[in-house]
């Protein structure tokens, strides 16, 4: 009579643990590397009058504002390209607004609005002026230790 294996039973029988791997935390930027970095993303895109407004202590919609011009709708669509694109590793934005005619498209990351114009537009809504009283922030050549496009 042929020799046979005992039948395993569901109790005997090995198991394999499967471990999920959760996914890799998103690297965190603090609102001014946000504000920064959105204004070297800019730059990249050759957007020219590129300021960071300081506004926590004027109003509690967002810590900073950037404020950018760019020559042609094409120009200000790239630059908000770019800014999208580039802080996409860091979170999505709440939301874009005005890159389908790309006179003024606004990205609303909740800590950092940005403001890409057309300078005719820039001009008119005066948002510089309208924020006068916030410190203006020098934009650094590199945050962080790297070239947001590198």
């Not at 959105?38 to 967002?62: G, H, N, P, Q």
């Amino acid at each position: 009579m042929p020799r046979t294996a005992p039948k395993s039973t569901p109790s005997s029988r090995p198991t394999r643990e499967t471990k999920t791997l959760a996914p890799a935390p998103k690297p965190v930027l603090s609102s001014r590397e946000r504000a920064q970095r959105s204004a070297l993303l800019a730059l990249d895109k050759k957007a020219y009058d590129v300021s960071i407004l300081e506004i926590t202590a004027l109003s509690s919609i967002a810590d900073y504002l950037v404020l950018v011009s760019g020559r042609t709708d094409k120009q200000v669509q790239a630059i908000a390209d770019s800014v999208r694109q580039g802080l996409k590793k860091f979170g999505k934005a709440l939301d874009i607004e005005g890159t389908t005619e790309g006179k003024w498209v606004v990205i609303d990351y909740g800590d950092v609005i940005v403001h890409i114009f057309q300078e005719e537009l820039r001009r008119y809504y005066d948002l510089d002026g309208l924020w006068d009283k916030a410190p203006q922030i020098e934009v650094l050549e590199e945050t962080a230790g790297e070239r947001p496009g590198a």
